[in-house]
């Protein structure tokens, strides 16, 4: 039965959804042996189900906010079993790999893709976030700049079409976005990159020589050599496209790279130089600067998830418990938008907070979900 047919979401039990997902990958997973003694009584259902709640809980700001609400009737019918104490809380986040919730990330993704047309390339926005965290934190040490800054990095490449992310990775602040992106490249996908992921030109002709495909932009002052001018299509110069040609990048007394086509568009401020290994035949130049301007998705899915998902206030602080929080957060976030069949908004974010808070039935939480969506329609036609 398809998980996200519609009598499975009259509910929206998204707690029980992830239990039951948790469920089947935990009987595989290798775990740390304290989680199989008898004598543990938190175990890891109860442990992520509550941070989960959290999560989607505008009253929870602590940790110690959530065990009090552990303790709550409702909350252990629906969502842990017992109540959690602030110790065993917090020594949970150690003892837990989070490899264990990106298989369930990786679930969720692959349900995503078999939703997607079907197209020859899979175009991915690849783009990093920042997260400053808390003084304690001394392992995400990111810069001294007048004060010393904490922070920890989510890696997202982003689906073009349905825009959830594909692959993620947490790491401290200071790592290097290209050596990430570098890790996670495999043959036959494309990628959308800003002006960062442009600046290394053999980082560009080792992706060519994996299979795979890029649209990224460079920088203005780029030094390059032009070898052909290429013709324009009227549906280019609609576009805005005001020319392409294929060229070399950088000097030929230091690196040049392989041939790539660059592509000119204007803006209201100014041109934008976007390189490509695709031939005019493969991708047209209106395609190029129709993919460019999509790229700006995955900024608005990072603001989404900080502000609108429960991202803003740290439940844990070890370099695991962080990677558990955010891998929560993603996950709730693909489940909502099978749910709602969109990203969710403010709204239907605020709906689902009375919800948890006891202020609406599920019957109405429902009713109120058709509405908000019905009120969206002539926007997402």
């Known amino acids: ?55 989607f809980n505008p009253a929870v700001r602590t940790m110690q906010g959530l065990c009090s609400a552990s303790r709550l009737p409702r909350v252990q019918q629906e969502i842990c079993s017992q109540p959690v104490s602030l110790g065993s809380f917090s020594e949970a986040q150690h003892l837990l790999d989070p490899v264990l919730l990106e298989k369930i990330f990786l679930q969720l993704q692959q349900e995503g893709q078999t939703k997607l047309p079907q197209t020859e390339r899979r175009w991915l926005i690849q783009d990093s976030t920042l997260w400053h965290v808390l003084p304690q934190m001394h392992w995400a040490l990111w810069r001294h700049q007048h004060k010393t800054q904490r922070a920890i990095r989510l890696h997202v490449s982003l689906q073009v079409f349905d825009q959830l992310p594909s ?80 060229v070399r990048l950088g000097s030929p007394s230091r690196y040049q790279s392989q041939r790539m086509r660059l592509v000119r568009v204007q803006t209201p401020k100014q041109v934008l130089l976007l390189v490509t290994n695709l031939n005019p035949e493969q991708l047209s130049a209106q395609l190029v600067a129709e993919l460019y301007r999509r790229r700006w998705q995955v900024e608005l899915f990072f603001r989404w998830i900080k502000c609108i998902l429960g991202c803003r206030h740290w439940l844990a602080q070890s370099p695991e418990g962080v990677a558990i929080q955010i891998y929560l957060a993603l996950i709730g976030a693909a489940l909502l938008q099978f749910y709602t069949e969109r990203r969710p908004t403010r709204r239907m974010m605020e709906l689902l907070w009375f919800y948890t808070v006891g202020m609406a039935t599920a019957d109405d939480l429902e009713a109120a979900l058709k509405r908000e969506k019905a009120r969206l329609q002539p926007k997402m036609s």
């Open 1 to 55: 039965m398809n998980r996200t047919a519609e009598q499975q979401l009259q509910r929206w039990k998204l707690v029980a959804d992830f239990k039951e997902r948790l469920e089947a990958v935990w009987s595989s997973a290798t775990v740390d042996r304290t989680w199989t003694d008898s004598k543990r009584k938190l175990q890891v259902a109860d442990y992520l189900s509550l941070f989960l709640f959290g999560l």
């Open 167 to 246: 692959k993620v990775t947490v790491t401290e602040g200071r790592k290097c976005e290209r050596r990430v992106w570098k890790d996670k490249w495999k043959p036959g996908e494309a990628y959308i990159g800003d002006a960062y992921f442009g600046q290394d030109y053999g980082l560009l002709d080792e992706l060519s020589q994996i299979g795979s495909s890029y649209v990224v932009r460079v920088r203005e002052d780029v030094a390059l050599q032009v070898e052909q001018e290429l013709p324009l299509r009227p549906e280019d110069l609609q576009a805005n496209v005001i020319g392409q040609a294929w």
